[in-house]
């Protein structure tokens, strides 16, 4: 499994023994990259220009469309569609830091728009283009974008509507439209291919990107061209990846992972990249890992028990047998999902962890260890993670020894780390303590030095004095054949505090009902004891999700206010 190869700096995989990783360096990896005249870095050119130089020919993108359709762009290509863009926002008078935005799904279109706005020293942010006007609107006024790159369909329904409430949004250009003010390819043709990539400093603005909101109102986090460092980085050390590798990253763009590991950091590793525009459909996806031999997938774990509920024998029939490493982000990865992995593809899948404000992988099951299932890993080289409690005074206390449960904080200092909330910067301040980064994550680690998940601070259950992390629950219940998806929340209680409830979405097969529900109290009872278990199960067809694939506990909440649990 584990491969030392030379890729455009050096071997990458991480030695074995994590003691070995100290002698790793952000210098080294700040060497590995071309950089341009004068100290500058911009990501686009170590994305793009400097394997155009040096493999042009070669296949870089491989574009899917839903209707079965398959184009490949080449280094050359890609150099010089994104030249083009960067250009165009020139000859419209966009000036180097402005903002522009992308309203659209996985296609060459978001490619050329988000390294081409990246090669004319502006800011990238993506948006969903699911996304309602107002979501729309007020992400583009924070932002003050100048340029929106969309859909005539979107612009149609969901902007022009509000056009007025956008005073700083000059620009749309629309990918679908065939001529007229805002056709985007006829644009494109009229300009130069070969224009200069503008010599951004380290530190500069390169990418803007909004959380996803599920916890409070969305925050507009800024990364620098710098953050490439750390992310070429962990994309060699968790992915192995290196020029010519087949990666496929199945995150919409509108989430961070979908931008960083599914643009850039990919490219800039010199991966030849799949990208689908379709959206999921169980066949489909397993039909593109075998078409495409597949060696890299970085998936979700929505995604991969979506599968597990389409059967493993439906996995089982296809040919995948060049994927050599898949790897899941987005939540926490239940153990069952991970030993599926193994049973359904002959490969387990790696869970990884981050956060938009790290702007890179940050503790992750990297290949080079053996993976203890439902672990998050441990931190990667010269990323020192910690486990802390707050304190009423402002303080922070580490805790330490084995089994320590309490806030996951991370030293301050890495090159992918956010500079800063847009237009707010008390909020920004607020992150840190003593030098730590706080994440607003709770985690146990153990006796070895691997981290696990326990819950958002905000979603952990105190009931009769336990302190119940949801993600513990949720992963028991996913262990039952009857559980396709699980939520678990608390609910108010007189006596209790709160009571653990669960909202679960039957497995195809398992009818909800009277029956299902006792077998299921049952088994979270033998998994995890009275205290831990859930007193209800709430029978749903779906529970609501993020666009990027996050259960949404919040909703969950709120709907016990109004419904009664124990209702199938």
């Not at 990918?175 to 300009?191: N, R, W």
Request: with cysteine.
């Amino acid at each position: 499994m584990t491969r030392l190869r030379k890729s455009v700096g050096g071997s990458h995989v991480l030695p074995r023994d994590p003691d070995a990783w100290g002698a790793f360096t952000w210098s080294a990896a700040r060497a590995d990259l071309d950089g341009l005249a004068g100290g500058a870095l911009n990501m686009a050119h170590e994305a793009v220009d400097r394997h155009a130089a040096r493999r042009g020919g070669e296949t870089a993108l491989r574009v899917l469309d839903p209707q079965g359709g398959r184009r490949l762009l080449t280094w050359h290509d890609l150099a010089a569609r994104t030249g083009r863009f960067a250009d165009l926002l020139r000859a419209l008078g966009v000036r180097r830091g402005d903002v522009v935005v992308a309203a659209l799904g996985r296609g060459e279109a978001l490619y050329t728009t988000a390294l081409g706005t990246l090669k004319a020293g502006c800011v990238f942010s993506a948006l969903f283009p699911a996304f309602g006007p107002e979501p729309l609107r007020a992400r583009l006024a924070a932002g003050r974008a100048r340029v929106l790159v969309t859909t005539k369909a979107v612009y149609e329904r969901k902007i022009a509507p509000q056009r007025a409430a956008l005073p700083d949004l000059e620009h749309i250009l629309l990918t679908d439209a065939a001529e007229g003010a805002g056709a985007l390819e006829p644009a494109l043709a009229a300009m130069s291919p070969a224009a200069d990539t503008a010599p951004t400093r380290p530190g500069d603005a390169a990418l803007l990107q909004f959380t996803s909101g599920t916890t409070g109102t969305p925050k507009g986090a800024v990364l620098a061209h710098e953050a490439l460092v750390a992310q070429l980085a962990t994309a060699r050390w968790v992915f192995d990846l290196a020029p010519g590798d087949v990666y496929w990253c199945t995150a919409d763009p509108g989430w961070i992972t979908g931008l960083v590991y599914g643009v850039v950091a990919p490219l800039a590793a010199g991966a030849t990249v799949v990208v689908d525009g379709g959206d999921f459909e169980a066949g489909r996806w397993l039909s593109i890992l075998e078409r495409e031999r597949v060696q890299v997938w970085y998936t979700a774990p929505t995604a991969i028990r979506l599968l597990r509920r389409a059967g493993t024998e439906l996995a089982r029939g296809v040919d995948t047998s060049a994927l050599r490493l898949a790897a899941s982000v987005g939540e926490p990865l239940d153990p069952a999902s991970v030993r599926w992995g193994q049973e359904a593809f002959g490969r387990p899948f790696h869970d990884t962890w981050w956060q938009t404000e790290t702007g890179a992988i940050m503790i992750a099951n990297t290949p080079a260890r053996d993976i203890k299932p439902g672990s998050m890993g441990r931190p990667l080289p010269n990323i020192t993670a910690a486990v802390a409690r707050r304190e009423d005074d402002g303080g922070l206390t580490l805790l330490e020894g084995a089994e320590a449960t309490g806030e996951l904080v991370l030293k301050a200092g890495w090159p992918s780390m956010f500079r800063g909330y847009l237009d707010q910067p008390h909020r920004y301040a607020a992150s840190f303590r003593d030098g730590w980064y706080l994440t607003g994550d709770l985690v146990r680690r153990d006796g070895d030095g691997d981290f696990w998940f326990v819950g958002r601070a905000d979603d952990v259950i105190k009931s009769s004095g336990h302190m119940v992390g949801p993600t513990e629950v949720e992963a028991a219940l996913l262990e039952h054949p009857g559980v396709a998806e699980a939520g678990v929340v608390g609910r108010p209680d007189a006596v209790a505090g709160e009571v653990v409830v669960a909202f679960v979405a039957p497995a195809p097969g398992h009818a909800p009902g009277e029956a299902l529900r006792r077998e299921l109290l049952a088994h979270a009872r033998r998994r995890l004891g009275p205290a831990l278990a859930p007193r209800a199960i709430v029978f749903r067809d779906q529970l609501p999700k993020t666009d990027s694939g996050k259960i949404m506990r919040r909703v969950l909440r709120d709907r016990l206010l109004k419904e009664t649990p124990g209702d199938g």
